[in-house]
Structures are given as structure tokens and as C-alpha cells.
């Protein structure tokens, strides 16, 4: 079965400094992967996608991803954090084809940032 | 963009009524709609799934009898809590996949907060 596997439940950073909050997924497919950003009592808001295209993908917000096949890994990056960006975060996968096309869920990362 | 709306966005319903949310997409047509739930602090956890015109597919431990899931039509998907406690309070999300391959994502509603009291 496909996972995907969030390393981080929360991430403290301060404002202005780098983001880096870790992904990584298992599946003998190629996959399509995405993050989410959801504020408090919000829905959710997709920040970028990966689907076998450029492997550095850049999304809203600032905000991009590498895909790195050799270590299963979709890392999402900021350089400078902003108080705006406190929120969950998700690392989703699904597949296209060979896996399943359900979307899944990692555990999330909460994304706090101090002034 | 594709869009997906739910409604209602909350609702507050007494103990043993039933809540009806619904999920459509906008400006596609959706074969496949899936189903989460969110408790607090927590991840979105797959309920169901549900294809146009078929029954659909519970998750393991998920009571199909409780959560009624109707896909009607391609725009269309419906959940209802029958007998509403609770514990059934949380956070419930629709998505729909386009029925065209070439979109690779789902896309998700806003989410209904339920509440019962």
C-alpha cells in the first residue's frame, strides 16, 4: 500500500528564517505528490504539485518542493518564513497509474512561527 | 480552475437527527469523489469513496449504515449522518477527481464543520 510519511509533527522556525518540512512516500510507482496548507478551522488550499514533470516545483505563497526519486523524498521549502504562514501542512500522494489514485494523507506538519 | 463546493460549511444539529452535506463539482464532471473525516489536531483520514451511478467503498471500521454516501450524478455526491451523536462531531471533507486523465489531482471542497449537540 502506498504512505506517505511526514517526519516532523511540528516545526518552530522564526520569522524571516528558512522552512524546511520533510515528505517522504513509499510506492514501487511513479507518483503524484502535493502539499496542502490548512489555517485553523479552514479548508484546505493546495500550494504545489509535482506530477513527473520538472522536479523542482514551485508553488504559491513562495513556497517550492524538489522531488527526489533516490530518496523518496518531497521536502517543502521557503526561504524566509512569515507570520501568515503558521498553519498544518499535509503531503499528500496518488497515483495515475500502478498505484492507487486515492489520495493520501500524511500525518501533517504544524508550521509555527515566532516574531 | 476546477472547483469543488460543499455545503453547508458548519452546522449544528441535535443528538439522533440527520445531516445531509453535499459535494459538487463546478466545472467539472467528477466519476470519482472521495470522502475524509478530520478530528481535531489530526490528519484527514480517507472514509469512503464513492463512483457515479455504484455503491460506494467504506473504509475499514467505517459504519456505511451511519455515513450514507449517494453519488447521484458526475457533479453530484451526498453524505448524510443518520442518527447524529456526538462523537460524530468533526470536520468532513469532500474531493472530486476529474473524470479527464490528463488532471492528476483531486480537488478538494471547503470542509463542513458538524457539530452535535
Sequence with gaps: AQSVTQLDSHVS??????????????????????????????GLQLLL????????????????????????????????????DAAEYFCVVSYTSGGSYIPTFGRGTSLIVHP | ?????????????????????????????????FWYRQFPKQSLMLMATSNEGSKATYEQGVEKDKFLINHASLTLSTLTVTSAHPEDSSFYICSARDREPVRTEAFFGQGTRLTVV
Design chain 2, 1 to 33: 480552475g476546477a472547483v469543488v463546493s460543499q455545503h453547508p460549511s458548519w452546522v449544528i444539529c441535535k443528538s439522533g437527527t440527520s445531516v445531509k452535506i453535499e459535494c459538487r463539482s463546478l466545472d467539472f464532471q467528477a466519476t470519482t469523489m
Design chain 1, 49 to 84: 504539485k509535482y506530477t513527473s514533470a520538472a522536479t523542482l516545483v514551485k508553488g504559491i505563497n513562495g513556497f517550492e518542493a524538489e522531488f527526489k526519486k533516490s530518496e523518496t523524498s518531497f521536502h517543502l521549502t521557503k526561504p524566509s518564513a512569515h507570520m501568515s
Design chain 1, 13 to 42: 522556525v522564526s520569522e524571516g528564517t528558512p522552512v524546511l518540512l520533510r515528505c517522504n512516500y513509499s510506492s514501487s510507482y511513479s507518483p503524484s505528490l502535493f502539499w496542502y496548507v490548512q489555517h485553523p478551522n479552514k
